[in-house]
């Protein structure tokens, strides 16, 4: 089946510190692939995508780009901030009427 | 600019009592959802709706009803409350099923003591 797995957490780093939470997926098909946030006491809110093999999405300055070969997307930024604090889900999509698969989530905690 | 809107915010109940989760979305999406978020345990897709007039089961439906009563429109019922669904319950909405980008409410927590 389809599925995602995240790098379990919970990673604490200090400020301007550099950021790489992992993720790899298993997908019959070709997902297009999608990094949500959730900041404390709100809902997820989408960060960033990639809809095919190559391409880079990239927002707020984390980046991710979808390695086919690899089955990879992994989050990265280069200078965390305590306002990065957060939750990060990866999730994939499907063509079709199947909803979204997510990943269990990586807490990040960023103390100054 | 509302977005998703989720009422109520938080809930008690007793075990074995009823309640519904409502849920509107002003975006004129197609698709809405609705998950529950546990520690350890990330999203769980419970029910959704791929568009109006239908629903389908997700992960873990389980002692969940949901009715999509337009297009706005999308609630969550638990018939007889249980504490295992103690929970933060999450109302989402998407231009479609497959398109990926979904649109959250800010939670429900509901407590079952």
């Known amino acids: 089946g389809n599925s995602v797995t995240q790098m379990e957490g919970p990673v604490t780093l200090s400020e301007e510190a550099f950021l790489t939470i992992n993720c790899t997926y298993t997908a019959t098909g070709y997902p297009s692939l999608f990094w949500y946030v959730q900041y404390p006491g709100e809902g997820l809110q989408l960060l960033l995508k990639?809809?095919?093999?190559?391409d880079k999405g990239s927002n707020k300055g984390f980046e991710a780009t979808y390695r086919k070969e690899t089955t990879s997307f992994h989050l990265e930024k280069g200078s965390v901030q305590v306002s990065d604090s957060a939750v990060y889900f990866c999730a994939l999509s499907l063509p079709g009427n199947t909803p979204l698969v997510f990943g269990k989530g990586t807490r990040l905690s960023v103390i100054a | 600019n509302a977005g998703v809107t989720q009422t109520p915010k938080f809930q008690v109940l007793k075990t074995g009592q009823s309640m519904t989760l409502q849920c509107a979305q002003d975006m004129n999406h197609n698709s809405m959802y609705w998950y529950r978020q546990d520690p350890g345990m990330g999203l769980r897709l419970i029910y959704y709706s791929a568009s109006e007039g239908t629903t389908d089961k997700g992960e873990v439906p389980n002692g969940y009803n949901v009715s999509r009563l337009n297009k706005r429109e999308f609630s969550l019922r638990l018939e007889s409350a249980a504490p295992s669904q103690t929970s933060v319950y999450f109302c989402a909405s998407s231009p479609g099923t497959g398109t990926g980008e979904l649109f959250f409410g800010e939670g429900s927590r509901l407590t079952v003591l």
């Open positions: 990639a809809t095919k093999a190559d």
